[in-house]
């Protein structure tokens, strides 16, 4: 059984609380919030007995063995350092880091605590579908490009153009849309393809100083992918992985809730419709497969991948800023 805590009581530590109820593996056991009104409440609704406005004692407890960290992404390092040098295994959200600094840091760190996993909550490259769309790749004679697209309007955006600055928006807490949906789609374009040559980006800039929306290009030997996402507008449009003839078509970059592969005759054959009630259950069945039974061979392999692909993530993500001139305040 793995024990959790949480550090984080929003929306998506929601989300990744209900996934983890419909499963056996684990069980939540404690909260650390600021506020403590705020981690009793959480704490009540979901069932966990111990909670911390501590994050000393928070760490030094014995209640829990894994921590799930939702904070704003410029916390995620020393939370996440904290938590390897106290022993505990760290599933942080995705972006893990900020710059690369910090994940080679974090990687000394969790080379002197071999016993501890670290995991980055990307969970879209976990799913049945994404790995139908890793199948179908496979099988294809020639890829020739690609294009991801992930939009979402933030009601948070709503306060930006109050004049307000949301830890999202905010260059303080390393915000903005490529940290956030933009993640998604360089996670489905390193996982499926590697590390790209040349790296650009083009953001739209909000009052906040950090980009709202953008569209970044990964150019690699044969072939260029193109990457959409955006927090101040909505899309619908479709992501593809060109071939030839024929091509892999996606409902949503972030999303995959449905893929369909469209041959050289024009048929169309839906490869992926895995749709479940909550989109953070198949990730979180990865984790706990590797936490209890960390000494199995397969998984020890799929561990050094997700966290290869955590570094080579990082590593783009890092570059399109560079590129863009995005830099956040601390850096």
């Keep these: 059984m793995i024990k959790l805590g949480i550090i984080g009581t929003n929306w998506i530590t929601q989300q990744f609380v209900g996934a983890i109820k419909s499963l056996k593996e684990y069980d939540l056991t404690a909260v650390y919030s600021r506020r ?20 000393n004692e928070f760490f030094n407890s014995d209640v829990f063995d894994t921590v799930y960290i939702a904070s704003p992404n410029s916390l995620h390092f ?53 790995h139908a769309i890793e199948k179908q790749i496979n099988q294809m004679e020639e890829i020739t490009g690609a294009e991801f697209t992930y939009s ?33 789609t360089v996670y489905d374009a390193v996982t499926l ?13 909000v009052n906040t100083g950090v980009d709202g929306k953008g569209t970044a290009v990964l150019k690699y030997a044969d072939f260029t992918v193109v990457l959409n996402f ?17 091509f892999i078509e996606i409902d949503d970059a972030g999303e995959l809730t449905e893929i369909s592969y469209h041959d050289t005759e024009g048929k ?40 290869q692909l955590s570094i080579n993530v990082n590593k ?13 305040v601390n850096e």
């Excluded at 002197?112 to 049945?128: G, L």
């Excluded at 999202?168 to 993640?183: E, I, P, R």
């Excluded at 909550?278 to 990730?283: A, D, G, K, R």
């Excluded at 783009?316 to 956040?328: E, G, K, P, S, T």
Aim: glycine share 4%.
């Design 36 to 55: 403590v009104e705020t981690a009793e409440e959480f704490a009540s609704e979901n069932g966990a007995r111990d909670t911390f406005t501590d994050l």
């Design 268 to 307: 169309r054959t839906v490869i992926g419709n895995t749709n479940l009630d909550n989109p953070m259950i198949e990730e979180a069945v990865d984790f706990a497969k590797v936490l209890l039974a960390p000494d199995d061979a397969e998984n020890q392999k799929l561990y050094r991948y997700w966290n």
């Design 78 to 130: 020393e939370q996440a350092k904290q938590a390897v040098e106290s022993g505990k295994n760290v599933i942080v959200e995705k972006p893990a880091f900020s710059n690369q600094q910090q994940m080679a840091e974090f990687q000394e760190i969790l080379s002197a605590h071999p016993e501890v996993k670290f995991f980055e909550a990307a969970r879209n490259i976990h799913t049945a579908n994404f």
């Design 193 to 205: 393809f590697g590390l790209p040559d040349e790296v650009a980006y083009f953001p739209t800039l």
């Design 316 to 328: 783009v993500l890092y570059n399109l800023r560079q590129d863009a001139h995005i830099v956040f």
């Design 152 to 184: 979402k309007y933030s009601s948070r955006y709503d306060k930006v153009l109050a004049g307000e600055e949301p830890n999202v928006f905010s260059l303080k807490y390393a915000g903005g849309a490529l940290q956030d949906l933009g993640v998604y």
């Design 230 to 246: 955006s927090k101040m507008s909505n899309s619908e449009m479709t992501s593809e992985v060109s071939g030839l003839k024929d």
